[in-house]
């Protein structure tokens, strides 16, 4: 069953929810009573809102995902709706993001970029065994449209393993961006983590861009849905690091190299792209690349960082192109690692920005 669908059969798990009783689901109804739409629908498509209150084992979950794309969903699946036989699959997603680092904290901006329009839905989680953070999730990645439907309450509850980016109560943040390589599968003997999980493994446990890489390189990773991504993490003093997979060694070797943004082209290979064109394995997007350092290199003297960002968001954003699954920008942000806040804009709509805090807050 594709990810899309989630939404049609998770009703059913209202039948086995009064069947397991309030052991198993009654934190579950309260996070899906917490679930709040925020901004009006722009059309059908809305912002919303939920605080996960229901315990979840990660380790768990990346224990039964065993490094395939049903297995992994499916083990999603099991830990958010116990009990209910209802499968999905990973989203398939493009973006921009960038570390900007001034007297006033460190900023994490971020494009999501992905041709068809999505709800989206901030998710607040205070897991007790890690950090509390906030997250963004495409809802159509859940079959979901209308966060407020009983259905479609059900299917948030995969919301927190389907955020994209996100900022923890330590001021990492944290985004996911696709690439144009060969799906990553590396099988050394560690665990095996897939993409989905991987940005709730730094939400949950990183309290520093080193600790956010040694916790993604102690595992073997499982690009999801066959596509290829790398991991864009910036910390409170600024140490922005893309983790990446070459798609020049026949082992998909790990290489971390420091840098201030990322777009859907690798890093390590950046000599290798050019603009405006597909460039093989090695990716896109380097014109959006150039643009946003140009931004933040020429910004003048004093200039407030969140002006700076947001230009710097507004230039690397683009319009719906139905051939390019990496255009249409959805949602704009700028997560505060100091402050630990995000602002968000949907859809270039830059006059209407709505403001989050690290619990769950927002207007």
Known sequence: ???????????????????????????????????????????????????????YDLDRIIERGLGADQGNMDAILAEALPLVPVHMQAPQFGCSAFTLASGEGVLMGRNYDFRFDTSAMLVHSAPADGYESIGFCALDNLGVVDALQTKSRFACLAAPFACLDGVNEKGVSCAVLT?????????????????????????????????????????????????????????????????????????????????????????????????????????????????????????????????????????????????DVTSNTQWSIVFDNANLTADVALRRRWADVHHADIHGNMV
């Open 1 to 55: 069953m594709k990810l899309g669908n989630i939404a049609k059969v998770a009703v059913a798990a209202a039948g086995v929810a009064a069947g397991v009783g309030a052991a198993v689901y009654g934190s579950r109804a309260a996070t899906m009573a917490s679930i709040r739409q925020i901004a009006p629908a722009d059309g059908p498509y809305g912002l919303y809102a939920m605080d996960v209150s229901y315990r």
């Open 179 to 323: 690439l144009d390589s060969k799906p990553t599968f590396r099988i050394t003997g560690k665990p095996i983590i897939s993409t989905p999980m991987a940005i709730r493994l730094v939400l949950d446990r990183a309290a520093t861009t080193q600790q956010a890489v040694d916790l993604l390189l102690s595992y073997d990773m499982f690009a999801t849905s066959g596509r290829d991504y790398h991991f864009y993490i910036t910390d409170a003093q600024g140490d922005g690091r893309v983790v990446e997979f070459d798609c020049d060694s026949p082992e998909r070797l790990p290489v971390v190299t420091p840098t201030r943004q990322v777009t859907n082209f690798f890093v390590m290979h950046q000599d290798k792209v050019a603009p405006f064109q597909r460039n093989g394995a090695y990716g896109h997007g380097r014109e959006r690349y150039d643009a946003i350092s140009a931004v933040l290199d020429g910004a003048p003297m004093g200039q407030d960082a969140q002006v700076t960002a947001w230009k710097a968001l507004r230039t690397a954003s683009q319009e719906p192109n139905p051939e």
